[in-house]
């Protein structure tokens, strides 16, 4: 049986969208606001135009449209359905990879090299097993319980093995402490440790030499001096009495001022730079053209917790690692400029003081204030949230990273976010020749020169 076509299984993403919108009674704009997204973006998503990279924002909307646990199943199924389709045309190749199924009540995550959809993890509560692309089928009930027995005795039999090791010693087991996990353990979104070796930021490029930047999406271990991307230690500076931490994120550091607006700094003359993508294709195409943030850098963090225990966020700061004139080059801006009716509320970020802060911003909605983000702010496993930064420059070609603090349940910590391990960065474009996409004089689409 043939593959369905990439269109057909985007657009059955997004008819499913569009049935759990119409069981409520609000509209696009009052949806998106509650989501801290762009009206437009999420009337994309339900017409099927535009597949989200992350699945957090689906998972707020189907909670905000009363989706039962089924359906939202069926909207995972159907969003991993969707990215990889959109991935396969632009891949070249088939999407032929499988994914072993998560056990009864685990989790399941997908495969690490598919960079739409490696940071999302489904909880299975309802004790049925992820189905989707690459999943393999649920084993029959029969099976499954002879499996859980053999486990339970092999379990128990390396229990009593263990116990009877440790009387030649003279240590009963009370006495057994419990090895605490291994910190330089870099954690994915999904919530599965790697234990691979921790990696020390990179520093950040001279400012004759961009450095591409990564696809947003995976949360990074690194933390100042290259050790592990959270502490755990209390607010006495004792350690505290669980280990690791209980929340995860993602960043995207590809966001567009209302899903169009821009500016990308190229070491390129225009007829060596293909035309602007879509926001949705934005990091791979900067990547291959080695571009720069030009001006601004907008990072969408989502956040959420581990476990339904509160996890409350005390306080977001901005940490400048390098300074140095803006890049040399060329730049190309995204759209001809653009407006909606909707801005998002915000942390804006000045990177030419001398010691920036996250400044909480209120959003507009047609006129309604959306009320700005007020630290602390308390997130979990059901109640997510989305963080939107903006950072400015004019002066200089800055490397940065923020620091999320954290505290739950006695212990607190800090999570750094940054760029898969290195800083953001950001580049004034002043007095550069800046080009946009349009109509040339002779009536033929290229990228045109003009001041703005």
Same mark, same amino acid.
């Given at each position: ?143 499954? !319980?002879?499996? =859980?027995? &053999?486990?339970?005795?092999? +379990? %128990?039999?390396? /229990?009593? *093995?263990? $116990? ?103 070491? !390129?003359?225009? =007829?060596? &730079?293909?035309?602007?993508? +879509? %926001?949705?294709? /934005?990091? *791979?195409? $900067? ?166």
């Amino acid at each position: 049986m043939s593959a369905p076509e990439p269109q057909g299984e985007v657009q059955e993403f997004a008819a499913l969208l569009r049935r759990l919108k119409e069981r409520t009674d609000r509209s696009y704009g009052s949806l998106a606001r509650r989501l801290n997204m762009n009206t437009s973006t999420l009337h994309r998503y339900c017409a099927g135009d535009a597949v989200p990279v992350d699945f957090a924002p689906l998972e707020r909307f189907a909670a905000l449209c009363g989706a039962s646990a089924e359906e939202r199943m069926d909207l995972h199924r159907l969003w991993l359905s969707a990215v990889a389709a959109r991935q396969r045309p632009r891949a070249g190749e088939a999407a032929t990879e499988t994914t072993e199924a998560a056990p009864v009540g685990g989790t399941a995550t997908e495969p690490a090299d598919h960079a739409s959809v490696d940071d999302v993890s489904v909880d299975d509560t309802a004790g049925g097993v992820v189905s989707g692309p690459g999943v393999s089928s649920p084993r029959p009930w029969f099976r499954r !319980r002879r499996v =859980a027995v &053999v486990a339970a005795g092999a +379990v %128990a039999l390396l /229990a009593t *093995l263990g $116990s009877l090791s440790a009387l030649p010693s003279g240590r009963s087991g009370s006495d057994t402490v419990a090895e605490a996990p291994d910190p330089s353990a870099r954690t994915s979104a999904s919530g599965t440790p790697d234990h691979s070796p921790s990696k020390s930021p990179s520093p950040a490029a001279s400012s004759g030499s961009p450095t591409p930047q990564g696809t947003g999406g995976s949360p990074s271990a690194s933390a100042p001096g290259g050790g592990a991307g959270s502490k755990g230690t209390g607010r006495a500076g004792k350690q505290g009495s669980a280990t690791g931490t209980p929340l995860t994120w993602t960043a995207n550091s590809h966001v567009w001022f209302a899903g169009c607006g821009h500016d990308y700094v190229i070491d !390129r003359p225009p =007829a060596q &730079v293909p035309p602007p993508p +879509v %926001a949705q294709d /934005a990091a *791979l195409w $900067s990547a291959t053209q080695g571009a720069i943030h030009g001006r601004q850098t907008m990072v969408q963090i989502s956040v959420q917790g581990r476990s339904s225990t509160a996890v409350v966020l005390e306080d977001l700061r901005v940490r400048v690692v390098s300074r140095g004139a803006p890049v040399q080059g060329t730049a190309y801006a995204m759209d001809q400029g653009c407006g909606g009716a909707l801005t998002p509320r915000y942390f804006s970020v000045d990177l030419d003081k001398d010691r920036p802060i996250a400044q909480s911003r209120p959003g507009n909605d047609s006129g309604n204030v959306i009320p700005a983000v007020r630290m602390p702010y308390r997130v979990s496993s059901t109640d997510p949230e989305i963080l939107l930064v903006t950072a400015e420059t004019v002066t200089c070609d800055c490397g940065w990273y923020l620091e999320l603090d954290w505290s739950s349940q006695g212990r607190t910590g800090t999570v750094r976010v940054d760029d898969h391990g290195k800083p953001f960065r950001t580049t004034g474009i002043k007095g550069l020749p800046r080009y946009r996409y349009g109509t040339d004089a002779a009536g033929q689409r290229a990228w045109v020169e003009y001041d703005g």
